[in-house]
């Protein structure tokens, strides 16, 4: 066992499903789903009209300084709070650790600007209901917020938690689509093992919940389901046609082994192992999941372990149709009849945030000893030949998760947690 080993000592989220890990194992313990009738915009033009909202956050609750939150898009503020939920969760202050060897590796989407905060220089350029191009650079800029950029930037989650934290060392932002996340912890456990850090902060974030997103990023890949919104998101179901937005945000304080014991730290869980495959999508030609497979058998190689000491999947499971079918695939030929879970029945895609909030649900899953249920799992497709966890959660000896996310371009990524 090596001081480098790269241990997890606490851990926060923000979800749709609860904020705090309480919160959030109640309605996993609950089969309580976070998808609901979007209320922040209105969606009734749109190509869904279901998301997974956060709907009783209260930024000021976390933020400081408070006029932080001026510079602050709503992925930001996610960020923060979970990050300030994780701190605390390690026994950590901004004081404790050599702050050039405490850093912030987080994974984040581009974020889109919310339409609220350039409507008054849209509409200085527009005449007759019709928008003057040339108009932009002489009218517009003076309708804008001077600091406007700065709440959109996608690195800026990370730099407001170092700032807050004092941490001096390697401050890094991974925008990698859904596997964004994934990707930063695995950047995070490299920077510990080559001895870089003593501390990082990493996770993702992200709210999909912008008309922007909902209209651009969207097409083809909501679900078209017209009943309840909690039915609407169906990983691996025979009857799955899409997915659903959310948002959220989980952060995980990562260290080496030997900091963390120095300073008596709990340990909740061992980081390790990583693995990253693309699989470029050619023209004509669809994508086989060979990245997939390459990602989980090189995360396990990478662990070191065998297959008997992992006891579950924490799947991508998106709920689009042929998505579903290649990641089941690569699951079962690699890892057999292992129990899977599918976190996004309960809170849909939250993009570059989705696998640390799902990470998060795996914690809680060691924490407990009991695998939650994916929620509309009704119809099993035989074309996904996975063991899902449904009906009833199932009791497990918290060794060990394969966390798995995949792009829609090709990138896939792995990460497997054994429990210490």
Known sequence: MSDREVVLTGYGIVSPIGIGKDACYESLHQGRSGVISVKSFDASTS??????????????????????LKVMSRDIQL??????????DAGLTPEMGEP???????GTDLIYTDPESVDSAYRSCTENRQFDFSSWGTRAMENMYPLW???????????HIGIAQDARGANNSITVGDTSSLIAVAEAMHAIERGALDIAITGGTSSQLNPTV?????????????????????????????TVHGEGAAAFILESRSHAEKRGAEIIATVAGTASYFEPAKEGAELTGIAIRHSIEGAISDANVGIDEIDHVNAH?????????????????????????????????????????EMAISLLAFQEGILPVSL???????????????????????????LLNQGRDGQAAAVVLLTD
Do not use: W
């Open 100 to 106: 050039e060897r405490k850093g912030v590796i987080f």
């Open 149 to 159: 950029l700065l709440k959109y930037l996608p690195n800026m989650s990370a730099c």
């Open 376 to 402: 509309n799992y009704e119809n099993p497709d035989p074309a996904c030949p996975v063991n899902v966890v449904h009906h009833e959660p199932r009791k497990i000896a918290g060794r060990g998760a394969v």
């Open 214 to 242: 909902f209209d651009f990023r969207g097409r083809g890949r909501f679900s078209q389901h017209r009943g309840d919104p909690t039915q609407a998101c169906r990983p691996f179901d025979r009857d799955r046609d899409g």
């Open 47 to 68: 190509r869904c009209a279901f998301a997974a909202e956060i709907c009783d956050f209260e930024p000021k609750q976390y933020v400081r300084p408070r006029k932080s």
């Open 317 to 357: 499971g998106i709920a689009l149709p042929q998505e579903d079918q290649l990641e089941a695939t690569a699951i079962q030929s690699v890892l057999g009849d292992i129990p899977v879970i599918a976190p996004k029945s309960y809170f849909g895609n939250i993009g570059g945030g989705g696998g640390a909030v």
């Open 79 to 88: 960020a923060f709070a979970a990050a300030e939920m994780a701190i605390s």
